[in-house]
């Protein structure tokens, strides 16, 4: 039974050592579903954003139904800044993931399930995917599974905010991700065009596409005239 890929936030999981940014959620005979569609709020403030989505995968009819019992693996990926010489514990908390208005923590895995790889995502030196996992009922009847996803994601050098998109739903209007400012701070693309005509916006809201990096820079908003 395939089920879908899976996005908070922010790359990670593939058979063919793609890196993947969305969640992947995987069925008990380790299969991908389908994610159908994506809306991903990025809640922008000064060294790290706020990551809610909302993510709705599809179970292919032709695949065996689960048996009673059945859980589904989500599997979340969130990139993380180098350790500081000497650190010891947790940089963050983990993400926290939601279905069927029950609560799911999810614990950091020390090897992904398939290998994985961010051959040509130009990340920050030093930085890494980092997984973390729960798992989930599923039943018989469910043809379509809404998740729901939260973390926290730190800024890249430069107050820069990332998001790595992962295979996001095609469809038309299937699949978005907003950057909001969060109060006190306004957004910069970090794109060739806007480094040449800069201008700051409170929103920004952008079609994904895969493995394409997404980077929007946090600057302190300045005194309205």
């Known amino acids: 039974m395939r089920r879908l ?9 593939a058979l063919a050592h793609d890196a993947r940014a969305n969640p992947i959620m995987w069925s008990p005979s380790f299969e991908p579903a389908t994610m159908v569609q994506e809306s991903v709020q990025v809640e922008v403030g000064a060294g790290e954003s706020k990551v809610t989505g909302t993510y ?41 993931v939601s279905a069927s ?10 090897e992904p399930p398939f290998g994985y790889g961010l051959r040509g995502v130009p990340l920050p030196p030093g930085w890494t995917l980092a997984m973390y996992e729960c798992h989930i009922p599923v039943r018989e009847e469910d043809g379509e599974l809404e998740i729901r996803l939260a973390y926290t994601q730190p800024h890249f050098p430069g107050d820069i905010a990332g998001y790595l998109p992962v295979d996001p739903p095609t469809a038309r209007h299937a699949a978005t991700v907003t950057f909001t ?3 006190g701070r306004v957004l910069q693309p970090v794109t060739r065009w806007a480094r040449l005509f800069p201008h700051s916006r409170s929103t920004l809201t952008v079609k994904p596409a895969n493995l394409r990096l997404i980077q929007v820079k946090s600057l302190p908003a300045g005194p309205r005239p």
């Open 5 to 13: 890929h899976f996005v908070l936030l922010v790359l990670l999981l």
């Open 56 to 96: 709705r995968f599809r179970i292919n009819l032709w695949s065996p139904l689960p048996h009673p019992g059945s859980r589904l693996r989500v599997t979340v990926p969130v990139l993380l800044p180098p350790e500081p010489k000497g650190a010891t514990g947790r940089q963050a908390d983990p993400p926290t």
């Open 101 to 110: 208005s029950r609560e799911y923590a999810t614990t950091r895995q020390k």
């Open 181 to 183: 400012a969060a109060p």
